[in-house]
């Protein structure tokens, strides 16, 4: 595998991370923002897990989460 290095300060970007494709910068320098999942009970055994996208919203449903 090939070596790469970020491009704002030259470190060695981790391999994992270059096989996941990100290939330019280390997670330091990322622009990758980060998704929130929610999980949803709809019964005692149906789930669903929602992904927010929008770091607001997440914020806001996680306040609302600790409500207690």
Known sequence: MEIKFCKV??????????KMGYQTTCV????ASKYTG??????????????IKDPEVAKQLV?????Y
């Open 63 to 67: 306040e609302l989460s600790n409500i």
């Open 9 to 18: 300060c030259q470190k060695q970007i981790h391999p994992l991370r270059v």
């Open 28 to 31: 330091d320098h990322s622009t």
């Open 38 to 51: 929610i999980v949803a009970a709809g019964s005692k055994n149906d789930f669903e897990v929602h992904v």
